[in-house]
């Protein structure tokens, strides 16, 4: 079966840093692209960021371009989100996603283009 489980989130302050971690079980994890999504209070799940299986390839929100990075490691079935420079609009429930290379229709930015979800984790920052 399938799971993917996000950890890493917590309370950090304006300006800090945090590293998600999305570990994978159940699935070829190098046929997946991966994809982090955030959804705060109010508001709808947006895009984050998405990483191909061939790892080159990232796409990234416009909103964390250059202070958000993806990542991953296909030898620990581990997608990661490094997030510098966190300000107050950063803080939500962030989701890991994956779809296998066979469903996908690339648009990775899409979130009804994944097909697996965790559960989340929270990041909280404070001023």
């Known amino acids: 079966q399938l799971q993917l489980v996000e950890s890493g989130g917590g309370l950090v302050q304006a300006g800090g840093s945090l590293r998600l971690s999305c570990a994978a079980s159940g699935l070829t994890f190098n046929s997946y692209a991966m994809c982090w999504f955030r959804q705060a209070p109010g508001k709808e799940r947006e895009f984050v960021a998405a990483?191909?299986?061939?790892?080159?390839?990232?796409y990234y929100a416009d909103s964390v371009k250059g202070r958000f990075t993806i990542s991953r490691d296909n030898a620990k079935n581990t997608v990661y989100l490094q997030m510098n420079s966190l300000n107050d609009e950063d803080a939500a429930v962030y989701y890991c996603?994956?779809?296998?290379?066979?469903?996908?229709?690339?648009?990775?930015?899409?979130?009804?283009?994944?097909?697996?979800w965790g559960q989340g984790t929270q990041v909280t920052v404070y001023s």
């Open positions: 990483i191909r299986w061939s790892v080159v390839t990232t």
């Open positions: 996603a994956a779809v296998p290379i066979e469903y996908s229709s690339g648009r990775l930015k899409d979130e009804h283009e994944y097909h697996y």
